[in-house]
Each structure stands twice: as C-alpha cells, then as structure tokens.
C-alpha cells in the first residue's frame, strides 16, 4: 500500500515527476539503506549520494543480433531476455552511496497484432552477463502490457542500487501468437529514456540530471522460427563485431552461423561467402578463409570444414563444399559455423562479408529464415603518419640503394 509523500528526499528526473513514498513498520519493510521514519521508509543522506549524474545506455551484453538483424526463437518463446540496460549514476566522492531505482517503462514493438507478450519481469543483472541466471533477483513484474506499455514499478525492497559503478537490468518476457507461423513476424522492446525512467537521490530539487542517453533505446528484434518450408540459415550469437583497424591485420572470426533443419531432415552442400567494399578482394586484402564447424557453440572454430588461400586471381567470392554428411541434420537438429579469415589490409580498404539465401545450397529445397548474413565494415582507415598504418600501394616511402645509387619503390 502506498500514500501520497512530498518530501525532498525523492528527487527524480525534472520532466518525471513521483510523490508517492513507500510505508513501513521497520527497516526491514525498505530497500537497502533506507530507514523507516514515522512509517515511511527514507533516504538518509549517510547512505544515498545527494547528487547523481546518470547515464543511460544498452547493456554491453544485450542479446546480439549483428549479422541476421534479428534473432530466431522457438514458438512458444519463454524467458525471452529481450534487453540489457545499463544504468551509470555518477557524483564525485560517493563511492559506497547509493541511489534509488523506482520505475521503468518499455514499449513492446511486434509487426503482428497477434503475437501476444505475457509474463514481462525486469531483473538485477548482479553480475552484468546478460543472461538470466536462476541465482539473480526479478525485482519488478508485469503481467501484460496495457496496449504496447509495460510500467515495471521496482518493488520498495528492491530499489537501491550503487553509485558510480555499471548497473545492469534485463527486460525478460514470454511471447507467442495463436496461428500457424507462415511468416517472420518480429518482436522486441524499446525505452525511450526522457520518459521512461524515474530514479532518485537524497539531494534536493535538481539533484539528478541527465549526462547522456539516446533518444530511443531499440533492443534487438526476435523472430519465432517458422514451422514449415523452411530451414534456418542465421547469425549465432557469438558474431562478432567489425575490428579496428590497428587490430586488423591478423586471423579474424568473420561471422558466428547457426543453423537449423526445421521442417525434416535437410542437409547443406555448398555455401557462398561474398565481399561487398573498396578494392578489396579474396586475394587482396583476405589472404585466407576458412569454415568450420563450431561443436559447442561456444564461438570456437573447433573442426575445419574447407580452407581457401593461395587466390591465383583476386576474387569476389568463395564456394565452400561440404563433404557428405557433414552438415546433415535430422529436423529440429541444430550445428554452427564459424568462418575465420587471414586479413592483410591497407590503407583505403573498406568490405563486408556476407551471404544471402541464394548462396546457401541445400538437399532438399527450402527458404531459408535469416539470410542474408552481413557482417559490420571491415574499414582500415588510418593516418598515414602512423608507424602502425600500413600504406596503400604507391605510398610507401623510397629508399635509395647506397650501393648503386638506385631507388627501390616498395609495392604491395
């Protein structure tokens, strides 16, 4: 039960305004460090920052979609982790201090009214992985959103959380839509920070400010896999991002494949991996690269497939052939991929890597959900005054033969 409380203690976002207090019969009823005066519980200044600075932003391991731009889930969906919010509440010399974290609100987004969210809860991430760990705390629950709105009000427990250091919360729900799943329909949640989140300090009016947050913050998409005519062609969820590129120039993991056989057995025979870029090419810039399988789906190259190198001409794209068998699946089977590739880029390179429904070669045809797979920019831009920065051709310096009296002109 809660009564309305305008006390100076609960200062929240100028532009969010909450005047209710939480009532107790002790300490006990309150959220850590709080105390319970005259049946409410309280911020005391001792415990809880009198300022905070907050940032706002997507978790560092929010569930990945690079590659497919969505990830597929199996109908119907539970205990869907559909984001990871990070929180940063900053105030000099309040290390050890706490704030208090009241209310959030995520907009469900679905491109079909039939697919039904239920059983939404925001959960402390304690140790920041992303995933939804039994040992870790649902500290707000949502059956149902009302339209497209879930309000998770933290429970008065459950609201106090550490200056100065990255806290992390998970929005988990269910999901399912009573038809046959002919189509890719999609699902997800955004927060849009200037009104969707209310925290508060011990300070007075103005105690807590904005230091930075996106205008949206868009979650990734999901997408239930289809029931039949198709076979599940994906990015996994350990694809990586784009490198640098002072980190360019080594063996990269290129992409992250999960598959699935999902309307009968189906069996892979051939894929195609193309380059989209500036100059770059299977010969120029990829001295190798090679497809295995990733038996764990761990994100390791575990058994190699095929490797391609020694390229006579420079090339655009590169067939891999499967030797029988190996990437045979019974129906609901699912095996990973990982391509790695030898990079040797200069100055002025740019690609992406990628592979469309067209590339994928199947025994039995099928459409393929989740192509096409693209990776991030491959981008080696840097200053040509950089020891580290490898020249394009034509740019390297000259160097005169003390000997001869000639000049040799190093070309890539």
């Known amino acids: 039960m809660k009564r309305f409380f305008s006390a100076s203690v609960f200062i929240l976002f100028p532009f969010f305004v909450f005047s209710q207090a939480w009532e107790c019969t002790d300490a006990d009823d309150c959220s850590a460090g709080m105390t319970c005066h005259e049946e409410l519980c309280i911020a005391p200044s001792a415990n809880f920052s009198t300022y905070a600075a907050v940032t706002l932003k997507t978790g560092d391991n929010t ?7 969505k990830i597929f889930v199996a109908h119907p969906a539970k205990d ?10 900053y105030a000099g010399g309040a290390e050890g201090k706490l704030y208090l974290f009241k209310e959030l609100t995520v907009t469900v987004v679905s491109s079909s009214l039939d697919i039904k969210g239920t059983n939404f809860r925001l959960v402390y991430d304690n140790n920041g992985n992303g995933l939804f760990d039994s040992s870790e705390k649902v500290i707000a629950t949502v059956e149902s959103p009302e339209g497209s709105t879930v309000k998770f009000q933290i429970g008065q427990k459950t609201a106090s959380y550490k200056m100065n250091v990255t806290e992390n919360f998970l929005v988990v729900g269910d999901f399912s839509i009573d038809k046959e799943l002919t189509s890719l329909w999609d699902f997800g949640v955004d927060i849009k920070p200037s009104t969707g989140i209310s925290i508060s300090t011990a ?9 930075a947050y996106p205008e949206k913050i868009s979650f990734p998409r999901f997408s239930f896999e289809p029931e039949s005519g198709y076979f ?3 990015s996994g969820k350990y694809f990586p991002k784009a490198p640098s590129w002072k980190e360019m120039n080594k063996t990269q993991t290129i992409m992250h494949i999960r598959t699935k056989a999902l309307d009968g057995e189906n069996e892979m025979k051939s894929i195609n991996i193309r380059l989209d870029g500036t100059i770059v090419s299977f010969g120029n810039g990829v001295k190798k690269i090679s497809l295995s399988l990733d038996n764990g789906n761990k994100g390791k190259a575990d058994s190699l497939i095929e490797e391609k190198t020694d390229f006579v001409t420079p090339v655009q794209n590169v067939q891999f052939q499967m030797p029988s068998g190996t990437l045979s699946m019974e129906e609901g089977e699912e095996k990973f991929l ?3 590739a ?10 992406q890597f990628y592979i469309t ?18 990776t991030e920019q491959f981008k080696y831009s840097c200053d040509e005054t950089d020891s580290e920065c490898k020249k394009a051709p034509g740019n390297e310096p000259e160097e005169e033969d003390e000997s001869t009296g000639c000049t040799v002109i190093y070309v890539d």
Do not use: H, W
């Open 357 to 374: 429904a067209n590339d994928v070669i199947l025994s039995k045809n099928q459409q393929i959900a989740g192509a096409t797979v693209i």
């Open 63 to 69: 569930p990945n979609s690079l590659g497919s731009k």
């Open 203 to 211: 300070g007075g009016t103005g105690s807590v400010e904005i230091a």
């Open 232 to 234: 599940l062609f994906a």
């Open 342 to 351: 030898e990079l040797d880029f200069y100055n002025g390179q740019t690609t």
């Open 338 to 340: 990982v391509v790695t």
């Open 80 to 89: 869907v982790v559909l984001g990871q919010l990070g929180i940063d509440s």
